[in-house]
């Protein structure tokens, strides 16, 4: 990975890490979690070879980017996307491609919304857009639909997990959530830590012991709080976008949507019915198309590398 340049630039009052490669048109690459630009490292050397500049950063609280604080309420969309924004300036370029995934889409859904004019198209992995109810708060309607269990739901509390994580340690974390193939709904149940460290750490053919260990070096860095507060910002995001009138039909960008078929996303009750049903292509109009890749699970990207590649290029050489 050498080839591949890192700098730190000053954005939005943070200091942003972004791994590059390649000349214009940019493509921009947000991940999801627990992830970092590392994600990334297939579709950054494939598209630069094909005359893009694929632009990676590490989103605010991940890897080598600043944690600009410890409260959830410093990691709404409004303040990533900015942190989007401002890096889109900084390159010097008015428009990007986007290719995000997990909830590096959701953020990706949100700069779309907000800022359609600088985004040329976005190709979403495994995240399709989710309408919400106003009245509704989201983790309320998680738990009532999924339990107290559901993942979102669990990481909820600050420092509850993290001291989880802290006692089983960043590689049994890291290893339970890049590796599982099972589907969804993603549940943490009560006896979750203590049976992760009676586990054994067996790795997917798509990820390489040195690979991993990166990951797990990356995270016993930063810790898992910047990500994880993400989603306890989730209810005061959907409240701020709706106290800003925004909505899917804002959306004025074209888009593909890829997803793997054993996704524990894509494979939560109600969730499959939603991509294909029509109900997706009808709040998004300018879903352009949708790809379910066949024995593929959730981190798809670094999976089936080479297809999603293909999948994107067909996308975005069409602009």
Known sequence: MDEIKHSTVNVN?????????????????LHGFPEF??????????????????????????????VPSSSFTSYTCFHVAGDIIALIDFLGV?????????????IAWHL???????VKSFVSLG????PTDPNLKPVETLRAMYGDNFYICKFQEPGVLEAGIAHIGSKLMLASSLTTRRPGPPIISEDAIAHLARETINLPFWLSEEEFNYYVTKFDQTG?????????????????????????????RVLKFIVGEMDNLYTTPGMKQY???????????????????????????QEKAEEVNAQILDFIKKF
């Open 13 to 29: 009052g943070i200091k942003i890490h972004i791994a590059e490669k390649g000349e214009v048109p940019v493509v921009l690459f």
């Open 37 to 66: 630009w590392y994600a990334w490292r297939h579709q950054i050397l494939a598209l630069s070879c094909l005359g893009y500049r694929a632009v990676a950063p590490d989103l605010r609280g991940y890897g080598d980017t600043e």
């Open 94 to 106: 008015e428009q990007v491609f986007v290719v995000a995934h997990d909830f590096g889409a959701i």
């Open 112 to 118: 779309c919304l907000f800022r359609p004019e600088r």
């Open 127 to 130: 995240m399709p857009y989710l």
């Open 224 to 252: 898992f709080t910047g990500g994880l507060n993400y989603y306890r910002a989730i209810d005061f995001i959907f409240c701020q976008t709706f106290l800003s009138k925004y909505h899917c039909s804002n959306n004025r």
């Open 275 to 301: 991509v294909q049903s029509g109900d997706f292509k009808k709040n998004v109009p300018l879903l352009e198309e949708i790809v379910v890749i066949g024995n593929a699970c959730h981190f798809i990207h």
